[in-house]
């Protein structure tokens, strides 16, 4: 059964450290999305890709956030420094042309 | 600019109720339209979706939806409810932007129904 992968699922880190987080696709889809969700701001899209080129990424703080897919089987986001408001669960989903969007677990952020 | 409203932030409901969520999205070409659900702690999973044909779409777990072209409109309904669909449910809007798809989404509505 084909899936979205995230990890980690959990993570909790200082503020200031550097935060990854990975995302492998299913295998197929052209394109990935990377969202955030929290109970103040509810589903923000963050950035998406097409074929591996960022089509998208105006809802990333471009001074902290960078998204990238150094290939078709990897979609990173990146907080470098973190900070607590960055506090979150990250989904990623993917999806084609033709198909809805496919979500992973999350990654449920917590920086102290 | 293209947006997606959800009418119904909150709706709470009995058990056997009858349940309607209202989705408008504002874009005058093709769309491919979704509903999604969120349990509590849980990621975003695929209810139901419009591409073409029988604007009439049935879904998982006796959930429906109908698009009304005319109407910009996507509601989504279930004759009776359960406790266990207590959950956020979000309404997307795939359109067509230039070269690109766009999935737009609504702020989700959060439906919780007690036993």
Redesign the interface.
Same mark, same amino acid.
Request: charged share 15%; proline share 0%; glycine share 12%.
């Given at each position: 059964d084909a899936r979205v992968t995230q990890t980690p699922r959990h993570k909790v880190t200082e503020m200031g450290q550097e935060v990854t987080m990975r995302c492998q696709p299913i295998l197929g889809h052209n394109?990935v %999305?990377w969202y955030r969700q929290t109970m103040m701001q *509810?589903?923000e899209?963050l950035a998406?890709f097409?074929n591996r080129a960022p089509?998208?990424d105006s809802g990333m703080p471009k001074d902290r956030f960078s998204a990238e897919m150094p290939d078709a089987t990897l979609a990173t986001l990146k907080i470098q420094p973190s900070e607590p408001r960055d506090s979150a669960v990250y %989904?990623c989903?993917s *999806?084609s042309?033709?198909t809805?969007? %496919? %979500? *992973?677990? *999350?990654t449920r952020l917590t920086v102290v | 600019a293209q947006s997606v409203s959800q009418h119904n932030h909150h709706v709470i409901l009995s058990e056997a109720a009858s349940l309607e969520l209202g989705c408008n999205y504002s874009y005058g070409g093709t769309v #491919?339209l979704?509903w999604?659900v969120q349990y509590p702690g849980?990621?975003?999973? /695929?209810l139901l979706?419009y591409?073409s044909g029988d604007p009439l779409v049935k879904g998982i777990k006796g959930f429906e939806a109908e698009f009304i072209k005319s109407k910009f409109s996507f509601n989504l309904r279930k004759p009776s409810v359960q406790w266990s669909d207590t959950a956020e449910y979000?309404c997307?809007v795939n359109i067509n932007a230039g070269n #690109?798809?766009? /999935?737009i989404?609504g702020?989700?509505t959060s439906l919780a129904v007690n036993p």
């Open positions: 394109t %999305f *509810g589903l899209l998406y097409r089509l998208d %989904f989903a *999806g042309y033709y809805e969007a %496919f %979500f *992973g677990q *999350g | #491919n979704f999604y849980q990621h975003l999973q /695929l979706k591409f979000f997307a #690109n798809r766009k /999935l989404w702020l989700g």
